[in-house]
């Protein structure tokens, strides 16, 4: 049972245009939701997160929206750069889950042509 | 940089043959974990850690133990390597400082059993 999904395997955007990643979960008791980029060949690197008593979290040029009503969270890069190509993973934590446990989707792969 | 190091980083084993990665980190972080990055999987848990000798399972943790004797080392065996096993071995830890849920990851160890 998957509780935290990333439907699109992959996207392409072009340089400068936005991206937009998607993520649904089916646990209602997640309360903090994350989001990390990865590289080949290199561990996951933390980007954002938003806790569920927001509904947008903003760093930069990667701005995390959640709508906990339709347990969808996604992630908008503006404007999107070649250096942005990598796969982000979606994860989610519930305040029961032991020693902060994260539950990841599969990831997209994002490619950002230039 | 979560500061942590990981050893080996690659390795090429046998099947039946035990293995055992090392997560070694030097900040004092209480909480530690190891998961696995496989195409279409996403990042699963193997075992966790919250303490020296206080560990616990996660959701992939059929054919591998962990030991924690001192909070700066967290080991995962491989009791008797099978394919299955082949993937990319990630350590991540909790930083004692707040920071949410966020855990932060290691380089990995790509491990493939041959």
């Known amino acids: 049972d998957q509780q935290v999904k990333q439907n699109s395997p992959s996207l392409s955007v072009q340089e400068g245009r936005i991206s937009i990643l998607n993520c649904d979960y089916t646990?209602?008791?997640?309360?903090?939701f994350l989001w990390y980029k990865k590289y080949p060949a290199e561990g996951p690197t933390f980007l954002i997160s938003?806790?569920?008593?927001?509904d947008k979290n903003e760093d930069g040029r990667f701005t995390v929206f959640l709508n906990k009503s339709a347990k969808h969270l996604s992630l908008h890069i503006v404007p999107s750069q070649p250096g942005d190509s990598a796969v982000y993973f979606c994860?989610?934590?519930?305040?029961?889950?032991?020693?902060?446990?994260?539950?990841f989707g599969k990831g997209t792969k994002l490619s950002v042509i230039p | 940089d979560a500061g942590i190091t990981q050893s080996p980083r690659h390795k090429v084993t046998e099947t039946g043959t035990p293995v055992t990665l090392r997560c070694h980190q030097t900040?004092?972080?209480?909480?530690m974990y190891w998961y696995r990055q496989d195409p279409g999987h996403g990042l699963r848990l193997i075992h966790y850690?919250?303490?020296?000798?206080?560990?616990d399972k996660g959701e992939v943790s059929d054919g591998y133990s962990v030991s924690r004797s001192k909070t700066e080392d967290f080991l995962l065996t491989l009791e008797s390597a099978t394919s299955s096993q082949t993937s990319v071995y990630f350590c991540?830890?909790?930083?004692?400082?707040?920071?949410?849920?966020?855990?932060?990851f290691g380089e990995g160890s790509w491990l493939t059993v041959v």
């Open positions: 991540a830890i909790r930083p004692q400082v707040y920071s949410g849920n966020t855990i932060y």
């Open positions: 646990n209602s008791m997640f309360d903090y």
């Open positions: 938003i806790s569920s008593i927001k």
């Open positions: 994860a989610a934590s519930s305040p029961g889950a032991g020693s902060y446990q994260l539950t």
């Open positions: 900040e004092n972080h209480r909480y």
């Open positions: 850690s919250y303490g020296v000798k206080d560990t």
